[in-house]
């Protein structure tokens, strides 16, 4: 009886260590990146189970339960401890990789290095623990050639999938965030994830949408979220009655942008009057600013916008607009 009261005070404490070691990671995020606080929790949890697997087999040795078979108790206890070691491995993974996310590290890496691991890490407890459950490596390894055969032909767009998946993290066509569109295929919107079978791509109405990592194999994908540059391409079109006051507004536009610090200067910057419209004369005014932001970028091409109003009424011109003049000839 004595042994029966060890064990239950151990018990106690080992289970007060765990839940004293999950409620510090709870309420202070700094030890929920601890790497030996999730140790000393793994190891409480193993002891606890590996006690009460002990104190099991002694009361039912003690109280002759034929019912109760030591066997069975083992194997569960090792399926727990298993699946306490994933859980706690990848909740330290989890918690890693999002600190490396906002330390500044690549999303799309951080993300794919931890599945990565938590694949071997499965594997690893999948040899461990097999051995003892019954599960020979020799059997794993049969299975893995027949099975691998039969798996691939019936799960050929699965495969297709995580291998295209795999491809576009060493390709890195996009990265998580970035804003993506596809002149072949009905697809628009910002990259939220990419798995392993599929892309989640939020639209910009704001719906998701799930692509097969295997179509990205096959069309051609534009990438605006991996822009140096944003462009203004516009036309500005006078009146034919201002036709001597056109060289003047383009010099001074022309000064305008170049005395701008959103326009990048480095790439190439035009201003020209380029047309003989049917009711205006065409000036082109063609510039790339610095920031690649779509909000930035509108509040810069307005700026652009007015300042060019303000250059044009300065030099008493005015915008044309679509207009015809009917000529009236008298009766002789």
Known sequence: MTVYWINAGLLGALLAVALACSLGMRKREAWSHSISLHALLFAAITGFLLLLNRTIDQIAAAEKFTAIKPDIIDDITLVAIGLTAMQQSFRLINRLTADQVTKGSDKTSATSIA??????????????????LGLSLSGLMAFGGFGGIAIGIAGRDVLSNMFSGVML?????????????????????????????????????????????????????????????????????????????IAAVVADIRAMLHQSEHIDLNQTLLVYFNDFADSSLNIMVYCFTKTTRWAEWLAIQQDVYLKIVDIVHAHGADFAFPSQTVYLEKDS
């Open 115 to 132: 599945r990565i691991l938590k694949m071997a890490i499965v594997l690893l407890l999948l040899l461990l623990f097999g051995e003892h």
């Open 169 to 245: 993290y060493f390709d890195r066509p996009f990265r998580l965030g970035d804003w993506i569109r596809s002149p072949d295929r009905d697809i628009e919107g910002t990259v939220e994830e990419i798995g392993w079978r599929m892309t989640r791509i939020t639209t910009f109405d704001k719906r998701p949408l799930f692509v097969p990592n295997s179509v990205f194999s096959s069309i051609s994908v534009e990438n605006p979220g991996q822009m140096r540059n944003r462009r203004i391409d516009t036309t500005i079109g006078l009146r034919y009655e201002d036709a001597d006051k």
